[in-house]
């Protein structure tokens, strides 16, 4: 996200809208459309849309990204590998921020974090490509000490925190797994805000597990995309944006003790 003359919410909802193009890509044509979906979120209080143009185009084309960054009036969170195709199409179309992932071609979905530590040489001159055309740049990581410092050593704004293993033990409700997952996210947003990154988390966040990663004071920005797409089919995309970003705002408000958005 990262609109520098933005007012700035105490914590961000980045609405990802790869999986209404999953849907029209099923069938072709253009239908539903994901830019229509970017303004309906904006307009339900998405501080900004992040999208994921992948190397095999599976959902989001290039044709989604041009027009995202035409018409979307926040922040635009560009979510793509580490690839010298990925870096032209950034620079050309210079979206707020860069989000660096790991991508696997057969993968269902980004599986795991970037390895910020082992890819040291080439992170440094890939980050700088973008810082110099005001990119903000986001690395998205396993929440690991290791690779927190690695991200603060190698340049990036931002390191975005996997939330994957924390909703996947929600799913599983054993509660020791729940407690070491959340205990593991905060202890590395207060690290990351200590070693001066932006923090942002990420993935697989619902209804049920929002609260308690929207209740950490460091993490300034939640992107979420397959669970409100998911879920807009049964409840629309306004009032499940709506409902997202109330518990959000809750969440936050209640572990701040301030007054509830
Ligand atoms: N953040 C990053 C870096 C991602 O790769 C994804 C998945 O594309 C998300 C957030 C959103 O995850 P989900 O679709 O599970 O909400």
Redesign the pocket.
């Known amino acids: 996200m990262t609109g520098n003359n933005l007012k700035a919410p105490s914590l961000r909802l980045?609405v990802?809208i790869?999986?209404v193009a999953t849907i029209r890509n099923a069938r072709g044509g253009r239908h539903p459309d994901p830019v229509r979906a970017a303004h309906l979120a904006v307009a339900a209080g998405a501080d900004g849309i992040?999208a994921?143009l992948r190397e095999d185009r599976r959902h989001i084309s290039d044709e989604d990204i041009a027009r995202l960054k035409s018409e979307i009036t926040q922040p635009l969170n560009l979510?793509m590998a580490m690839t010298d195709e990925m870096l032209e199409i950034a620079l050309k179309h210079i979206p707020n921020a860069c989000?660096l992932?790991p991508e696997r071609r057969r993968e269902i979905?980004?599986e795991g974090g970037l390895d910020a530590a082992g890819k040291g040489n080439r992170l440094p001159g890939f980050i700088g490509h973008l810082k110099d055309k005001g990119i903000r740049v986001?690395l998205?990581i396993d929440p690991n000490p290791h690779q927190i410092e690695a991200s603060a050593s190698v340049g990036a704004d931002i390191v975005?925190l996997?939330a994957?293993a924390y909703?996947e033990a929600i799913l599983h409700g054993n509660r020791a797994d729940i407690a070491r997952e959340i205990n593991r996210l905060a202890e590395c947003a207060s690290a990351a805000a200590a070693a001066g990154l932006e923090v942002?988390a990420?993935?697989?966040?619902t209804f049920d597990s929002v609260d308690a990663v929207a209740a950490m004071p460091e993490i300034v920005e939640l992107?979420?995309?397959?669970?409100?797409?998911g879920e807009a089919i049964f409840g629309g995309l306004h009032s499940t944006i709506r409902r997202m970003r109330a518990l959000m705002d809750n969440a936050r408000a209640q572990a701040t003790g301030s007054a509830s958005a």
């Open positions: 980045g990802n790869d999986h992040t994921h979510e989000c992932v979905t980004t986001s998205f975005e996997h994957g909703c942002h990420g993935h697989g966040l992107n979420i995309g397959h669970f409100l797409i």
